[in-house]
Structures are given as C-alpha cells and as structure tokens.
C-alpha cells in the first residue's frame, strides 16, 4: 500500500496543489489508517471494506480523537480511495457511503464593507496588470465565486451586456451568476485593451490571463490578493474563500432571499446556505449593542450606504 500512498502523496501535492502542511497531514493520518488495516490482516487496498473504514473511525474515537481530527482523518482517506479509482488501480471506493463525523461549525471570517472597500482600491489601475488585478477582485467579490470557477473563466462566459457570467463549479456544474455594474465595467475595461497588452501576439481562451499568457492558477490568485490585503492594511488572515464569505454575508444581512444567494454560491444544500442567517443574528446583535440603549438605530453607522454598494456590486440584488 505505501506505493499507492507515494502516488497520491505526489498527486495531491502537484494536481491539487494542496499545502506542505496538509499533505504531510495527509501522509501521518494515512499511516495510522494503514497500520490499523494490518493489525487486521489487510496488506491489499482491493480488499478494504466500508465496514474496515467505519471500525478505523471508532478506533480514533476510543483514542477519543476530537470530531474533527475524524473528520481530517476520513477525509484523506476517502481522498485516497478516490484517487484509486480514478487511476483505476481499484474498482471501487469503500468510503461512499460513510458519512463524515458531524462537529459544530465555525462561523466564517469575513471583511467588513470597509475593509472590502480598502481591498478592491489596492490595485494600480494606471497599468495593465493592475486593470487585471481590479477587474478579478471587483468579480470575485461580486459574485461569490470559488477561486477555481474565477481562474477558470474563459473569454466567453461573461456576459456583460446581460450581466451575467456563467460559472463551472464543482463537478463540472455550470450556473448563471449576475455581475455588478461595477464589476461589468472593470471587466469591459480590462478587455478594452489591458489584456491584449499583457498577451501581445499570443492567444489565450481565459478571461484573466498573466503576463505569460497563460491562465491563473488557484496559487497564483491567492499570492495576489495576499499582496493587495497588505497593501490594504488587513491585517486579519485572508483567502479567496473569505472574499466569498464576505459576498454572501453581506447579502444576507441586506435582506437578500437565501435561495437565491445559495444559487448564486453553487451550495447543493440549502443547510449549507443557512450558516449566513448565524453570521446575520451575530452582527445584527453587536450592531444593536453599539447602537443606542433603546434600539434607535440598529442599522449602525454607515448602514444605508453600505446596502447601496452591496446592491451595486452583487447586481442589483
């Protein structure tokens, strides 16, 4: 099994592009998985049963491993099995039908407006690369996308006399997400002349492309914004999937109906959606706290300007 494990050690780092951190994560929780197997018998990953993984569970529960150390642990092992599959060492994936072990979710980080405001104003709009850098901020804030469905926009999914783009998110689902007006118009600047400097006589079907050419990688994105959140000053940790946080959650504390923000995330389950109405009932309660003692103006200071640029930036909604 360890010649399997080198091969999705190898993937996880170079497809995936996951960190050092969770990777070596990965490679320990795997080898506890696997010495457990051979205590059992088990030296063949064809012969892993789904009752093998669930009695792997309850060991690292009697070692009274917290809920998500499991669920880490599954998760790398399912990781594993499916990429057996799909490299079809195996025929089947044992960890299918098992249900990751269920701990008390955090409420996601996200920017204030003003904080927001300071990221989009970071860039350099006097060149092209800066033009770029704009453009993918205001659409990334304005849409909620996920950092792979913003790096993988090809030229024609963004519709911007309509005001939509299309989205592909996670197996292979495509979805019609709006564009702001502000977004619409950083994007038809950048494609008025600021790309075509930074392609010069190359070609390129993505929509946000690096002075190479090429496409943006995930990576590549995430370096970026971490180089506009310091020159923003923000100080608290940012990620790509924070600016996402940021988008629903300013939408949802706006008023904005939760289905409609969940089609505009990709969410499957509206359970999913649903943690934002938290993150709602927790700023509405710090906002009714800073506000006068008898509850005058629980919308806070800044609150009707701040619902107009949210409106702006998230089409309209």
Do not use: C
Request: aromatic share 6%; no cysteine; glycine share 10%.
């Amino acid at each position: 099994m360890e010649g399997y494990l080198d091969a999705f050690i190898a993937f996880i780092r170079a497809e995936r592009g996951l960190s050092g951190k969770t990777v070596d994560a990965y490679a320990a929780d795997l080898a506890v998985y696997f010495a457990d197997l051979k205590r059992k018998g088990i030296i063949d990953v064809v012969r892993v049963q789904p009752d093998d993984i669930t009695g792997h569970l309850t060991t690292l529960n009697t070692r009274r491993l917290s809920r998500r150390s499991q669920a880490r642990h599954l998760a790398a092992i399912r990781g594993f099995h499916r990429f057996l599959v799909a490299e079809k060492y195996v025929e089947k994936d044992p960890t299918e039908d098992i249900d990751t072990p269920r701990s008390a979710r955090k409420l996601p980080v996200f920017l204030t407006l003003e904080e927001v405001e300071q990221l989009l104003a970071a860039p350099d709009e006097r060149t092209p690369v800066g033009m770029r850098d704009k453009a993918m901020l205001e659409v990334l804030y304005a849409t909620g996308l996920r950092v792979s469905e913003l790096v993988g926009l090809g030229i024609n999914d963004i519709q911007l006399g309509a005001g939509y783009l299309v989205a592909k998110g996670k197996g292979s689902k495509e979805r019609i997400v709006p564009v702001g007006s502000i977004a619409a118009e950083k994007v038809q600047s950048y494609l008025a002349g600021p790309r075509q400097l930074l392609l010069g006589e190359r070609e390129s079907k993505a929509l946000f492309i690096t002075p190479r050419g090429d496409g943006f990688t995930r990576q590549g994105f995430w370096k970026l914004l971490k180089r506009y959140a310091l020159k923003a000053g923000i100080r608290k940790p940012l990620s790509p999937h924070k600016l996402r946080h940021s988008f629903a959650t300013h939408l949802v504390e706006r008023g904005a109906d939760l289905r409609a923000v969940q089609a505009m995330l990709g969410h499957a389950d509206l359970a999913t959606t649903q943690i934002y109405t938290h993150v709602n009932s927790v700023r509405l309660r710090a906002v009714y706290d800073n506000a006068h003692p008898r509850g005058d103006d629980v919308r806070g200071r800044g609150g009707a300007l701040g619902s107009r640029v949210a409106r702006k930036r998230a089409g309209g909604t």
